[in-house]
Each structure stands twice: as structure tokens, then as C-alpha cells.
């Protein structure tokens, strides 16, 4: 099927994949992923730690792609947890991803969630990406809110690394995750604040793909996708980043337009 993103205003630098189920969409997204990797020497991949590109990551795992010289770049961190706790993100990419392909944690990049919550570790870790060349490629989910990152409904589009506030439903959905036991972490309360890149952060990748599977996502995949570019939908912003790949299966597309 071909989608119709022309309503979007940014059509000509947004592909839209859409598979027939979760499992295609890894598939997809652990291919272009393996591709983008092959094509640098020391690329940074950005990556997201939701449910929705889990399977991804077990697909990279599973086919064994080369992780020489690969640098991994957290979107965000719970702020309060012990650095060895499972439910952490940084804890979650080390054991799903970095520990099975052989990736150092030197070469595990997180944003700061230490005792010093002023700017400056902020600042430090957007010097961190800087340094690195900046990040290749950028995994994204997409809450139930709109959110990128931790970037919740509200964030201005220029926001740059910083400590956020969750919002209710964002706590809400990471807590059910859990007692789904889709996240195979021990239950608990989820942090109230996190470190997060900024959704200005994000655009400066050098490519972004979007992973949304299954029903719940397809309001708010329509809405970002066609709806005004408003920082009260984050994932709206994406539009404005010249080289985006939105990677969806029927369910979560369902709204959105087909012409053929
Ligand atoms: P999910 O989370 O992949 O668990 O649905 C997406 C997100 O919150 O960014």
C-alpha cells in the first residue's frame, strides 16, 4: 500500500514504511538500522528504549550484525534510580543490545542523571554527542501523548538536554508495561523525572526513524504526522528534520491517508 503524507508539510523528506504486523516492522527497522551501520566507520546509533523497538533489538542481536566501533546514544534516563537497577533505560540497552553485540560501555553515552542537576552536565552531554561526530541514526517511539523522548506535550521544539517532570499518563503507561511484565523488569514505582534530549537535540541526527506499532498509536500518529507541527504533539516536529523514515504497521497507520 502507498500512503498520502502530502497533507504533512515536509512530505518530500518523510518515507513512510508500513508493515503487515510488529514483526515485519523490526524486521524493516533491523535492516536499515544494519545498513546505516555498515555505511560509517564508528557510527552512533541513536537509541530508544520503549517496548516498541524491543524486537528490533533482539533481531540485531539475532543476525549478528557488527558492532565494531558502533557508539549507542541514550534519548533519556530515569533520574533516581541505582545505576544497577534493571528498570533503568541505560541498564535496559546494556542487557538487551550492547552486552549481546559486544559493545563497551565506553561507548555507551547517557544523559546525566547524577546529584548535580544544574545545566552544565546537560551542556557536557550535548558536547559528549558533539564530539562523537553526531548521532548517524536516531530510533524513535512515539508515546501515547505525542511524546519523543521524554519530551511531554508542551516542550518547545528548540529544548535541548534537560530534567523533565513525567507526565501522569506517560508514568501510568511505563507502569503497565511493566505489570505486563512486557518489559521483563521487576514492577515498581516509576520515577517521577528523568534526563532527557531536547527535541532540537533529536532533529540535529542525521537521521530519524520512528517506530509506532499496533492500534493505540494510530490517533497519535495521525496527529503528528498531519496535524500542525505543535510542540503540544512533540513527535509532530520530526516533520521538520530533512531525512525521517516513519516505520509503522496497519494498525498504528490505519489513519492515515492510502491512495493506492
Ligand atoms: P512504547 O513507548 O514503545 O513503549 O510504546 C514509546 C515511547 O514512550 O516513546
Known sequence: MIYDLRLSRAHDNLRLVVGAGAEEC???AA???ETALGERTNPVLGVATGATPRRTYELLVERGVSSDGVHLVLLDEYIGLAPCDRRGFA????RRLAEPLGIPP???HVPPVGRDQSHEPCEAFERELRDLGGVD????GIGQNGHIAFNEPGSPLDSRTRVVRLSRLTRENN????E??????????VPERACTQGIATIL???RLMLLATGERKAGILADAMLGPIDPEVPASAIRLHPDVTVIADVDAARLLPVIA
Open 26 to 28: 523490526a524486521s524493516i
Open 180 to 189: 505486563a511484565g512486557g518489559n521483563d523488569d521487576r514492577a515498581g514505582e
Open 175 to 178: 507502569r503497565s508495561l511493566r
Open 204 to 206: 540535529e541526527a542525521r
Open 106 to 108: 565506553d561507548r555507551i
Open 137 to 140: 541514526l536516531q530510533v524513535l
Open 31 to 33: 535492516s536499515e538500522i
Open 91 to 94: 541498564a535496559t540497552i546494556r
